[in-house]
């Protein structure tokens, strides 16, 4: 209303006399006809333009939602274990009971286990004794007795009188959605608890290493001349060490834990983050605004933070939404190594390393916590791209 | 240009002592002695024991003595294993280790160059696509799940394959493109877009205007400098595979160096660790230098501050 109504006083103001000057008002003078743009809107602007960061934002949205209040609709918790149903897959092949009420589902430990119609798990039956002769091991069902004849592979639950294979089936399993490992824990909810460590790992590393990096990368390229070549000396002895080795190194001296993760991938990602801002502020600090701004007396502190770092925040976001699947790659790494977090805690890579002794019989106990780690870097790397063309537009080629 | 060589070279010396100090520190900082084991150890062979290692100087004389048998290339007793030294380790090891790395480094550069170039030259095509999904699968997926989905499909169900020993070149399959498939991503996704700079300049079009093949225009003009970005991180590869051959070498049960260290590290081996973090930090410094001094011999546009 506000708009149409300006707009036709402007008409007719033009309508009176096309060539004449307008009336002087000091308000309109530097307005800016379209809608104003601010620097987030216009990231986002072009940052939505593109398919794969947006698909990324949405997998690392979905990945937050799932691992902060995925625990709180599960039965289960990350350290309970079940000893009798250790192992099982997400999708059973099962035998049909005779009188169709439910399914039997051999473990790997040669147990029954009743499986309820609608693929709940029920208990295991008791064993009764086994006929090598006829190579069956018998089980007691409701004061039957079946057997699970292990003569043919894979082995079949027969009736031991009638000595017919009972009927296969295959449903999923209800009690476990996932499936449970070899403590008979379940995957879901240690893939919430470790997709939850993995990205407060990398959340964590990401602020340690964006404080220690701007404030040594600022203070570097700020203070230029000496402090400047000492600082930077500094950064490229720390840059030729193998981080990898550093990381393990910390690791040993701190023990295994969330902490010594933290400290151990904090303490040697930074000097990524101090480059990239020391090479922003070298080359901010020489434009007008700055020197306008020491002008009028501001203190060193106030132009750092005020001008010189927010200026610099493009490369840095860029810089942090690379280093987050680094870290979280990292995390993944030491678990894998077996000097990441201690059990039962859980994290991704933990997961993949207590999986890979059954990797044969139970495959997807790793490539549950795999699929979800490839998930995680992909999102954040796709993000990563996309942020750095739409913060940087000059950069796309 | 000697003179950015002693540059650098000072700068890697200095690197190198700053490693030893680290480790050093790191290790003696660790709660324990070395030989606190489950079973208690009269204080008398406790101070025998540190006697014979010396564990009794000072901090600063033991580092000293240390750096010293350092340069002599004698990195020390392991205190787990009675009568072997680091040295053994890394004899013994070191050399699967760098076969290993250089079949893998061998095999990164014979597909990803082919790969970065096919890429460029069909850009926007579907080869273009494809290369650069596997490229951008390789770079994002970790190296330990890539070698167990190799183990399950092509050893456990494919039965092609073995899942463990270097006896033939069967076991050096499923090892080597583990280890070298995020290597091989990067160096494809680079040769892809360094070729495509290159490509646009004006010293091809001329090379076209005289006539020549396309063929002759990309190998003999465009590759000359479009290799150039690959020789520089050729450096930083080594040292990633190096690295990455820890978790690939224990998947695969090779012994070498990789799992020596993985395993003094949960044994808290402290004299290994040490010796085969500095023995890696130095092959990596002195690998990551000399590509260095190469990359400048080549590139004679590069100059020198």
Redesign the interface.
């Known amino acids: 209303m506000e708009n149409e109504r300006k707009n036709t006083e402007a008409l007719n103001l033009i309508c009176e006399d096309p060539w004449g000057a307008l009336p002087e008002s000091r308000q309109e003078r530097e307005k800016i006809a379209g809608r104003n743009r601010s620097f987030f809107s216009d990231v986002w602007f072009r940052f939505r333009r593109k398919p794969t960061a947006l698909a990324g934002l949405a997998v690392i949205l979905i990945l937050l939602i799932f691992a902060l209040f995925g625990p709180y609709f599960t039965k289960y918790s990350y350290s309970d274990q079940n000893l009798d149903l250790v192992n099982i897959p997400p999708y059973l092949s099962v035998f049909e009971a005779e009188d169709g009420s439910c399914y039997f589902y051999i473990t790997q430990s040669l147990k029954v286990v009743v499986v309820n119609k609608d693929g709940t798990l029920g208990r295991q039956l008791t064993r009764l004794r086994e006929d090598e002769k006829q190579k069956m091991i018998f089980f007691d069902y409701n004061g039957e007795e079946i057997a699970i004849f292990y003569g043919m592979q894979p082995y079949v639950i027969a009736n031991p009188v009638a000595r017919t294979v009972m009927p296969r089936a295959k449903v999923w399993n209800r009690s476990y959605v996932l499936g449970t490992d070899t403590l008979g824990r379940d995957i879901l909810t240690r893939l919430m608890y470790g997709t939850r460590v993995s990205l407060l790992v990398a959340f964590i590393a990401v602020i340690v290493n964006m404080v220690i990096g701007i404030v040594y990368g600022g203070i570097s390229g700020y203070a230029g001349g000496a402090v400047d070549n000492i600082m930077m000396?500094i950064v490229?002895?720390i840059s030729?060490?193998?981080l990898?080795?550093?990381v393990?190194?910390?690791?040993?001296?701190l023990g295994s834990g969330l902490h010594s993760i933290i400290i151990a991938i904090g303490t040697v990602y930074w000097v990524d983050m101090a480059r990239v801002v020391r090479g922003q502020v070298l080359t901010l600090k020489e434009q007008e605004f700055v020197v306008a701004s020491k002008t009028i007396g501001s203190p060193t502190k106030t132009i750092l933070t005020q001008h010189l770092i927010p200026n610099a925040m493009g490369p840095i976001l860029v810089t942090v939404t690379m280093l987050i699947?680094s870290a979280i790659?990292m995390e993944?790494?030491l678990g894998?190594?077996?000097?990441g977090l201690q059990p039962p805690l859980a994290s991704l890579g933990t997961m993949?390393n207590d999986a890979?002794e059954n990797?044969?019989s139970c495959?997807h106990q790793?490539?549950i916590p795999?699929l979800v780690?490839?998930l995680i870097?992909?999102a954040f790397?796709f993000v990563g791209d996309g942020l750095r063309d739409a913060l940087d537009p000059k950069l796309k080629k | 240009m000697v003179k950015y060589f002693v540059k650098r070279f000072l700068i890697m010396l200095a690197a190198l002592f700053l490693i030893a100090l680290i480790t050093f520190v790191i290790m003696h900082a660790v709660p324990g002695s070395p030989f606190t084991t489950d079973k208690k150890v009269s204080p008398e062979i406790e101070a025998a024991l540190e006697a014979k290692y010396h564990l009794d100087d000072p901090l600063p004389v033991q580092f000293i003595d240390y750096v010293k048998g350092l340069l002599h290339g004698d990195f020390g007793p392991s205190y787990k294993y009675t009568g072997k030294t680091v040295n053994d380790f890394i004899y013994n090891g070191f050399p699967v280790s760098a076969k290993l790395g250089g079949i893998t480094i061998l095999f990164v550069l014979l597909t990803a160059i082919p790969m970065g170039i096919v890429a460029a030259i069909k850009n926007g095509k579907w080869q273009d696509m494809t290369v650069m999904a596997v490229a951008t699968i390789g770079v994002t997926i970790p190296s330990f799940v890539i070698a167990s989905l190799l183990i399950y499909v092509f050893a456990y169900r494919l039965n092609w394959l073995p899942t463990f020993g270097l006896d033939s070149w069967k076991g050096y399959v499923l090892p080597v493109i583990a280890l070298g498939g995020y290597s091989m991503s990067y160096l494809a996704r680079l040769m892809r877009s360094s070729l495509l700079e290159v490509m646009g300049q004006d010293y091809i079009r001329t090379a076209r205007a005289k006539g020549l093949s396309e063929t002759k225009v990309i190998l003999k003009h465009a590759m000359r400098n479009a290799l150039i970005p690959i020789v520089t991180v050729l450096g930083p590869t080594v040292a990633g595979l190096l690295t990455g051959s820890f978790v690939i070498e224990k998947i695969f049960a090779i012994p070498g160096l990789g799992v020596h260290f993985v395993n003094s590290v949960s044994q808290r081996d402290y004299t290994t660790i040490m010796g085969v973090t500095i023995f890696y930090a130095t092959f990596l410094l002195a690998m990551v230098f000399l590509v260095d001094v190469f990359y400048c011999l080549i590139d004679p546009r590069i100059k020198f501050e």
């Open positions: 000396r490229d002895i030729t060490i193998p990898t080795l550093y393990i190194l910390i690791m040993v001296l699947p790659f993944a790494f894998y190594l077996g000097i993949c890979t990797l044969k495959p790793l490539f795999a780690i490839c870097m992909f790397n």
